[in-house]
C-alpha cells in the first residue's frame, strides 16, 4: 500500500470508503468536513492504495495543542492486512513533523473493534469525559447517550478460591514506618462501609455490595461474627480488611484491600499478614479467600506467599450493572 496526501479528484470514492466503513452520520456531511480539513491549513486526508485502487484512509490535523485522527478506515475486504497500523502510523508522523505532541482520537461507544485495535496499535484509553455543544444550530442526535447512562458490557473472570489450615509459623510482618492504626469498625453505618468498599474496590470492579438491598448489607456488617478493620493512615482510611466468622469452623477473609493511593509503600504485606493473625484468632479449622481476575494481578500471588493453598477455580460473568 502506498500512501498519498487526498487530491480533488478522490472526493467520491473516500466517501464511498467512508460510507462502507460505517462511518458516515446523518449529522455530518461528508463533503464539507472535506473541504473544512484541508482548508485549515492543519490537517490532511492521507489515501492508501494498493493495486491501483483506494484501500483505506485517515484524517489527520492539529488544533495548536494536539493532534487529532478521524476517519480512519480500511476497505472491508483489505482489513487484517496491516493496512490500519500504516495508516496511523502515517499520521502519527505528518502529526510529529509538526511538533505536535500527542495524537488523540474518539471512538463511539459501540465500536468496541476499534477500540481493540487502537490498544494493539499502542493507543490507550483515558479517563476523560468528552463534552460537547452544536455550534451550528443541528440538533443533538438522539443516539448520542452519555456514555455514563449505558450498562458496561459484562466481564467473564475466574474466580481462585484458597485456604489456609494451619496458622502462620513465620515471624509476623513489622509494621512499615508510617502513622499507621488498625481498628475494627464495631457496627459501622453502611454508608461509612460502602465508602471504604468503593475507595478500595473501585478499580477492581468490586460491585456486589453496592447494589445490595440496604438492610441486607447492614445486617452484614453489623453482625457480631462479622468483623471490619481499618487501617488508618494519619488518620485517614488506607485500606480494610472484612473477616466473616458466620460459617464455622472456616473464617473467611472476604474482603481485603488498600485504598490506591496507599499500595506500594508497604502496609499490605503488614496488614495481611495481621488480618490473617487475627482470623486464626479464634481457632478456626481453616482460613480461605477467594479473588478473581478482576482483583489486582498481585493479590493472588501475594495469598500465595502467606501460605494460602488454591483448592477451587470457577468461570463466571460478572455483570458490573448487577
Ligand atoms: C479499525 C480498522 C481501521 C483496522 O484496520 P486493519 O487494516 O484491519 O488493521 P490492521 O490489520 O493494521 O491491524 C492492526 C492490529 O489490530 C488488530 N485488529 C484489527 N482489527 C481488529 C478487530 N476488529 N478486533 C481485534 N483486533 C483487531 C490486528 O489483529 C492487528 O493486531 P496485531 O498487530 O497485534 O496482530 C478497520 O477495521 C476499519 O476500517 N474499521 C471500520 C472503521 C472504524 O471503525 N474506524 C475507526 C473509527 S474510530
Not at 25 to 53: K, M, T, Y
Not at 175 to 188: D, F, Q, S, T, V
Not at 243 to 248: A, H, I, V
Request: with cysteine; hydrophobic share 40%.
Amino acid at each position: 500500500m502506498d500512501i498519498r496526501p487526498f487530491e480533488p479528484r478522490d472526493e467520491a470514492a473516500v466517501v464511498d470508503l467512508w460510507r462502507s466503513c460505517d462511518l458516515l452520520r446523518p449529522w455530518n456531511d461528508p463533503h464539507r468536513d472535506i473541504v473544512f480539513c484541508r482548508d485549515s491549513g492543519h490537517g490532511e486526508i492521507l489515501l492508501g492504495e494498493a493495486d491501483g485502487e483506494l484501500v483505506g484512509g485517515v484524517m489527520v490535523g492539529h488544533d495548536g495543542h494536539r493532534g487529532w485522527l478521524y476517519y480512519l478506515a480500511v476497505a472491508p475486504e483489505r482489513r487484517r492486512q496491516g493496512f490500519g497500523r500504516r495508516l496511523v502510523e502515517a499520521a502519527e508522523r505528518w502529526l510529529t513533523d509538526r511538533s505536535a505532541p500527542k495524537a488523540e482520537l474518539m471512538i463511539r461507544h459501540e465500536n468496541a473493534a476499534a477500540m481493540e485495535f487502537y490498544r494493539r496499535v499502542g493507543y490507550r484509553r483515558e479517563s476523560r469525559a468528552v463534552m460537547g455543544r452544536r455550534l451550528d444550530g443541528a440538533p443533538w442526535p438522539a443516539e448520542d447517550i452519555p456514555m455514563e447512562a449505558r450498562p458496561l458490557p459484562p466481564v467473564d473472570i475466574t474466580i481462585t478460591c484458597l485456604e489456609m489450615l494451619a496458622p502462620p509459623d513465620a515471624p509476623p510482618v513489622p509494621a512499615p514506618l508510617m502513622k499507621l492504626a488498625l481498628l475494627r469498625a464495631e457496627r459501622p453505618s453502611t454508608g461509612f462501609y460502602l465508602y471504604l468498599y468503593d475507595a478500595v474496590g473501585r478499580d477492581w470492579t468490586w460491585v456486589e455490595r453496592k447494589h445490595m438491598p440496604e438492610e441486607e448489607l447492614g445486617a452484614i456488617i453489623r453482625d457480631e461474627r462479622v468483623e471490619i478493620y481499618v487501617a488508618y493512615v494519619g488518620g485517614v482510611p488506607a485500606g480494610y480488611a472484612e473477616l466473616d466468622r458466620r460459617k464455622r469452623p472456616d473464617v473467611e477473609l472476604a474482603y481485603f484491600g488498600l485504598v490506591p493511593e496507599f499500595i506500594g509503600r508497604g502496609l499490605g504485606r503488614h496488614f495481611l499478614d495481621w488480618a490473617i493473625r487475627q482470623a486464626w484468632s479464634s481457632g478456626p479449622e481453616r482460613v480461605w479467600v477467594h479473588t478473581c481476575t478482576e482483583d489486582h494481578p498481585r493479590a493472588l500471588p501475594l495469598y500465595q506467599r502467606f501460605g494460602f493453598q488454591v483448592f477451587a477455580r470457577e468461570a463466571a460473568t460478572l455483570d458490573p450493572n448487577v
